[in-house]
């Protein structure tokens, strides 16, 4: 079983319209949870970490249930420049103590259209 | 805003030879990272480190693969005797402290071996 699954997409959508991403974690034990974005051939960047109360940061929303072990984000009012693939990526403490382990999706490609 | 340099940016190598991809981490960070990325797949952990010892590694990381802290700034990874299937990006990392902090990534080294 995958660690980390998301829709592979590609989402296509146009301008102005709210995109939906889920994501399910296999490992309970999950202790962080996050969404990176990737532009193509670059590196992952944070966009925002994911809390259990839910989280806002203008845009983005992001939601966390972690009785059925999924994640959301939200776009709404998706701009051009949102074109990116978004990445769900968790962490857990690992026996070895190290939290810097994160485990990636493979990521959700969005494409947004004038 | 501080970031991870890596160089170099893009090495294409014969299967059999050695490499070395170097990444300088933000300067007071004190957790390392290399992770990969295979064209088309997930983004992959490779190692961490931390106090000049490795404190996890994947599966992925072999005998075939080793990190060094040279100095005060470098932070390396040896492929001993590369394959073709080690072609793929490889992303350096630093944070500041274990537990959730942000997770700085340099902008990749992309390793062609044929």
């Known amino acids: 079983r995958k660690e980390v699954e998301q829709d592979p997409g590609p989402f296509n959508v146009p301008e102005g319209a709210t995109v939906a991403f889920n994501c399910t974690y296999s490992?309970?034990?999950?202790?962080?949870f996050f969404w990176y974005r990737q532009d193509c051939r670059k590196e992952p960047k944070l966009l925002m970490s994911?809390?259990?109360s839910g989280n806002e940061d203008g845009r983005f929303t992001a939601q966390l249930n972690r009785a059925s072990q999924y994640i959301s984000l939200l776009i709404r009012d998706s701009k051009l420049s949102d074109s990116a693939t978004y990445l769900c990526v968790v962490n857990h403490e690992t026996y070895g103590g190290s939290q810097g382990n994160l485990i990636f999706g493979k990521g959700t490609k969005l494409s947004v259209k004038p | 805003e501080p970031e991870v340099t890596q160089t170099p940016s893009h090495q294409v190598t014969q299967m059999g030879q050695e490499v070395i991809l170097r990444c300088v981490p933000i300067s007071n960070h004190l957790y390392f990272y290399w992770y990969r990325q295979i064209l088309g797949q997930k983004v992959e952990f490779l190692v961490s480190?931390?106090?000049?010892?490795?404190?996890?590694k994947s599966e992925i990381f072999d005998d075939q693969f080793s990190v060094e802290r040279p100095d005060g700034s470098n932070f390396t990874l040896k492929i001993r005797s590369t394959k073709l299937e080690d072609s793929a990006m490889y992303f350096c990392?630093?944070?500041?402290?274990?537990?959730?902090?942000?997770?700085?990534f340099g902008e990749g080294s992309w390793l062609t071996v044929v």
């Open positions: 490992n309970s034990a999950s202790q962080s």
């Open positions: 990392a630093s944070t500041l402290l274990e537990g959730g902090n942000t997770i700085y």
């Open positions: 994911v809390y259990s």
């Open positions: 480190f931390y106090n000049n010892e490795i404190s996890e």
